[in-house]
């Protein structure tokens, strides 16, 4: 199917035949950093693959969750429901932290750690109780720690 062409300088009309699209050459490539499709999908693949190697590199987690505990009990404190946490294993030390708080306990084995966690919590709880100016987040955690906690 034939386009007409009007050339408005020379005021001529003309017939051609259209020429279909060509693909990115090399030279168009490098100079505009416009890619053809197979390329991007080859470069895709291999930075998936690369990524997939890495993957399979890690050998084991950082951390290993032990199980998930209740704490019942503070040194000083009443707890009226118990506070949900969580013990993993991490590295040659044992983290606990709370599910609800931004809280943890660090320690050699397992009841040093939990013993840690049991201080920051009271260590909060004084905190938050001296008064009400704080952020919406942290007065959420006042309020959930004043739901089991007392004096």
């Known amino acids: 199917m034939a386009v007409q062409i009007y050339d408005f300088a020379k005021k001529t009309r003309r017939q051609e035949e259209p020429t279909p699209p060509q693909p990115p050459t090399r030279e168009l490539t490098s100079s505009t ?3 053809s499709q197979t390329e991007i999908i080859e470069q895709f693949t291999e930075k998936a693959s690369a990524l997939l190697r890495a993957i399979k590199e890690v050998k084991e987690p950082i951390s290993e969750t032990i199980g998930i505990f209740r704490i019942n009990m503070l040194h000083s404190k009443e707890v009226r429901v118990p506070i949900d946490a969580i013990l993993e294993r991490d590295g040659e030390g044992f983290i606990a932290r709370t599910i609800e708080l931004p809280l943890y306990g660090y320690g050699s084995d397992p009841i040093d750690a939990i013993d840690i966690l049991k201080n920051e919590i009271e260590s909060l709880y004084d905190d938050l109780m001296e ?21």
Do not use: E
């Not at 008064?131 to 004096?151: E, P, Q, V």
């Open 33 to 35: 950093g416009v890619t």
């Open 131 to 151: 008064d009400d100016d704080f952020t919406a987040d942290w007065l959420k955690n006042k309020n959930y720690l004043r739901s089991r906690i007392s004096d």
